[in-house]
């Protein structure tokens, strides 16, 4: 690592410097066979303009039948790098390089096909097991309605209506349990409850004053009719 941090007193005589066949030596967390080759080109004081490549081979896990394989690497290394403290650090940016070139799901082959879940070989395409071949019968039996039913059948797995996602159904209940009961207040003529600013549905007062005037039943005596045209002439 050492190696690719360069000095500015390198190019204190020419303008670039060689660097041929460098091992790669820095941690990745894998085992790697690379070598850089690199040309630095001084810009200015603060950076330093970097071209070059690294060859080599990565050893990962196949994501299909979990064997190691090498991946091939080709970078090529176009790049400004800062100076820090008179000095640039080319590994570091090989670093970075590495790690962004690793493949996010290994295939060791596009033949592999895997391991068998039944006997554990490695399958590839012209070389695999016949396990799926050997099916016991018992598990087709347990299965055939449904094989028929996906094949055309009469018979169809029941879906709901109307699927609502989960999202639509919680937006409703929140609406919902958000619901207040409407304010109330008392008639100030015969205390009932009644809605605030709304003509009292029982005696027809509001505010003290008669708005609606109610027919007064039969059943009542001379006195509770006199005293109800009274408060009509007021």
Same mark, same amino acid.
């Given at each position: ?18 660097v041929k ?31 070059g490549?690294?060859e080599?081979f990565?050893?990962?896990?196949c ?60 399958? =590839? #395409? ?7 071949? *050997?099916?016991?019968? @018992?598990?087709? &039996?347990?299965? /055939? ?18 699927k609502?996602?989960p ?15 409407p ?8 205390a ?12 027809g ?8 005037? =109610? #027919? ?7 006195? *509770?009719e006199?005293? @109800?045209?009274? &408060?009509?002439? /007021?």
């Amino acid at each position: 690592m050492r190696e690719l941090i360069l000095s500015l007193s390198d190019f204190l005589k020419t303008d670039t410097v060689e660097v041929k066949d460098h091992k790669y030596n820095g941690n990745i967390g894998l085992s790697f066979d690379i070598f850089i080759s690199f040309r630095a080109l001084k810009f200015s004081e603060e950076s330093i303009y970097v071209s070059g490549i690294m060859e080599g081979f990565v050893e990962v896990e196949c994501s299909r039948c979990l064997s190691l394989y090498k991946h091939h690497i080709e970078i090529p290394i176009n790049t400004n790098i800062e100076v820090d403290n008179w000095q640039i650090d080319v590994g570091e940016e090989v670093r970075q390089l590495l790690l962004l070139e690793m493949p996010m799901k290994p295939i060791c082959n596009q033949d592999c096909l895997g391991i068998c879940k039944t006997c554990g070989r490695h399958n =590839k #395409k012209n070389n695999s097991c016949n396990c799926c071949d *050997s099916i016991d019968e @018992s598990v087709k &039996e347990r299965w /055939k309605e449904l094989l028929n039913n996906n094949s055309g059948g009469s018979k169809k797995m029941p879906n709901p209506k109307r699927k609502h996602t989960p999202h639509r159904r919680d937006c409703r209940r929140s609406a919902n349990s958000k619901l207040d009961a409407p304010n109330a207040s008392k008639c100030s003529n015969c205390a009932a409850v009644k809605m605030p600013h709304k003509v009292c549905p029982e005696c027809g007062f509001y505010n003290g004053r008669l708005i609606v005037a =109610k #027919k007064v039943k039969k059943a009542k005596n001379a006195e *509770s009719e006199e005293q @109800s045209r009274q &408060e009509v002439e /007021k």
